[in-house]
Structures are given as structure tokens and as C-alpha cells.
């Protein structure tokens, strides 16, 4: 089992959720209202008054072979739209209840 975290643009939210459920993967958790800065370049996501964009992160708990299709996925959004801001992480899951 893997662990897809993901860190996007508030404006990707629907888009992110429903890619999840079209590929299959029907469970995960959203955050909303999460602050960030990307490690190389774009505008910082605080929802303040000088940065009022913000982040939300999904993390999703997917089987082995789920994992590269969704980050393909995820890739060809991110690609479409560089200037809004998506990352991905996937790591091993150890043990799940």
C-alpha cells in the first residue's frame, strides 16, 4: 500500500478529488485553508492580505499498483497549469487499521 499526499491550489480542488474517483480510489482526507511556499518559484499560498491565495491537501491511502497512474495524473494537471501550484509525494504505508 502506498500514502499519495497532495499539496495543490485551492482551485484544483474539485478537479483533484474527482481525479481520485475516477481512477478508482475512493477514499481519502482534505485539508482546506493550508498555507505554503513552493521550494523553487511561484507566489506564496497564506491567505493573508498580501498572499489571499490558498492550498488544500488530500492525502489518500492507494494499492501498489494505483500509485503511478494517479501520480501520472496528477503530472498532466500540474503540466496544464504550471502557475497554479500542485505537489505530490507518494511513501510506503507500513500498517493501516
Known sequence: MKAIFV???QAYNQEVANMFEAKGQ???TIWT???GRGSVDGEPHLGSHA???????LLSMVPDESAAAL????????QANPKLGLRAW???VE???
Do not use: C, K, S
Open 51 to 57: 498572499w489571499p491565495t490558498q492550498n488544500h491537501a
Open 71 to 78: 501520480m501520472q495524473a496528477l503530472r498532466e494537471l500540474d
Open 7 to 9: 499539496a495543490y491550489n
Open 90 to 92: 507518494v511513501l510506503p
Open 33 to 35: 485553508e493550508v498555507g
Open 26 to 28: 475512493r477514499g481519502y
Open 95 to 97: 500498517d493501516a487499521i
